[in-house]
C-alpha cells in the first residue's frame, strides 16, 4: 500500500504544486477555488444546478479525482427561514453517520462512513462526511473514497463531493484520496455563495 500511496502522490503533485484559479459560476451561485486547467462542465434547469469538476488528464486509466457541485430547490416552506434559522436548525441535529449513509444511498447500496462531523460551509453550517463504496460493472469494480458536505441556504439544499475513484482496490481509491487532499480541502475550504443579484 505504501508504493501504491507514493505513486499517487506522484502522479497528482502537478496539481497541488501549481497556482490555484477561483472559479465563478454564476448560474450556480457559488464560487470554488480550482488547480488550473481544470474541467468545468455546468447544467441543470430551474429546480436544479449543478458544476462537475475534473482535471484535464487524469494521472493514469485506473485513478481519477472528481469534485461536483449540486443545489437543489426546496419545497416552498423552507424558501422563507432565514440563515440564521437554518443554521440553527442545523447545527441542533447534525446528520448521525446512519442517517448518512441514508441519504446517499444509491440502488439500495449504503455508503460506508468513516469520519462525519458537522462545520460551516462559507454561511452555512453543514454536517460532512468521509465515505467509502463501490460499483462493479462488467468485470470491473471501481472503489470510491469520497468526502461530501450538505449545506443549507434559504431554499435550496446543496451537496458539494469531492472523490476518489481507484479500480485498484480500497486501498487505490484511499490512496488517491490522501495524495488529493490538498486539493480537497482548498475544494471545500475556498467555496462561498455569489450575492443574490436582484
Not at 460532512?128 to 441556504?153: D, H, M, R, V
Not at 485498484?168 to 475556498?190: C, L
Amino acid at each position: 500500500m505504501r508504493l501504491m500511496i507514493t505513486a499517487a502522490a506522484a502522479l497528482f503533485c502537478w496539481a497541488t504544486n501549481a497556482s490555484a484559479e477561483q472559479v465563478t459560476l454564476k448560474a450556480l451561485g457559488a464560487a470554488v477555488v480550482l488547480p488550473p486547467q481544470w474541467i468545468v462542465t455546468q447544467g441543470g434547469d430551474s429546480t436544479r444546478r449543478w458544476a462537475a469538476f475534473k482535471p484535464s488528464k487524469d494521472a493514469d486509466a485506473n485513478n481519477a479525482l472528481r469534485c461536483r457541485i449540486d443545489k437543489n430547490q426546496l419545497p416552498e416552506r423552507f424558501r422563507n427561514m432565514t440563515q440564521a434559522q437554518i443554521n440553527e436548525l442545523q447545527a441542533r441535529a447534525p446528520l448521525s453517520a446512519p442517517k448518512f449513509a441514508e441519504q446517499l444511498q444509491m440502488d439500495g447500496v449504503l455508503p460506508t462512513v468513516v469520519e462525519n462531523g458537522d462545520g460551516m460551509i462559507d454561511t452555512s453550517h453543514a454536517s460532512w462526511a468521509i465515505t467509502t463504496t463501490s460499483e462493479t460493472k462488467g468485470t470491473t469494480t471501481a472503489y470510491y473514497k469520497s468526502k461530501i458536505a450538505l449545506p443549507q441556504t434559504p431554499g435550496y439544499g446543496w451537496n458539494l463531493q469531492c472523490i476518489a475513484v481507484s479500480t485498484g482496490g480500497p486501498a487505490g481509491a484511499n490512496a488517491v484520496f490522501i495524495a488529493s487532499k490538498s486539493i480537497i480541502d482548498q475544494f471545500f475550504q475556498s467555496f462561498h455563495y455569489l450575492p443574490i443579484q436582484n
